[in-house]
């Protein structure tokens, strides 16, 4: 059984940093592309950054590349997202996915086991 957990969120003021963690197991995570959506309230569930099963091409939405870092350790069984920069807008649930494949993907379909979120709150 696939298990999917994040970790890290919490309140922040805009301008700050975050660490989000998410362990997987149940499957042989370095198999596996891992990615981060969130969802605000009353939006939908959008992409955010994904990695490659091996630590390869990582893909970013436009609206956080060169603030967010999405990173890998396969040794935990672990992937972060780095959230630096923060904005009013990031804040939101965060969702932490497990990929069906091996290549990075935007696509919330890409994606078959899914964490429960952990909130991002951002103060202004």
């Known amino acids: 059984q696939v298990q999917v957990e994040e970790s890290g969120g919490g309140l922040v003021q805009a301008g700050g940093s975050l660490r989000l963690s998410c362990v997987a197991s149940?499957?042989?995570?370095?198999?596996?592309?891992m990615g981060w959506f969130r969802q605000a309230p009353a939006k939908e569930r959008e992409f955010v950054a994904s990695i490659s099963a091996n630590d390869g091409g990582p893909v970013y939405a436009d609206s956080v590349k060169g603030r967010f870092t999405i990173s890998r350790a396969n040794a935990k069984n672990t992937v972060y997202l780095q959230l630096n920069s923060l904005k009013p807008e990031d804040a939101g649930v965060y969702y932490c996915?497990?990929?069906?494949?091996?290549?990075?993907?935007?696509?919330?379909?890409?994606?078959?086991?899914w964490g429960q979120g952990t909130q991002v709150t951002v103060s202004t």
């Open positions: 996915a497990q990929a069906r494949g091996i290549f990075a993907s935007s696509r919330i379909g890409g994606y078959g086991y």
């Open positions: 149940g499957r042989t995570f370095s198999a596996y592309a």
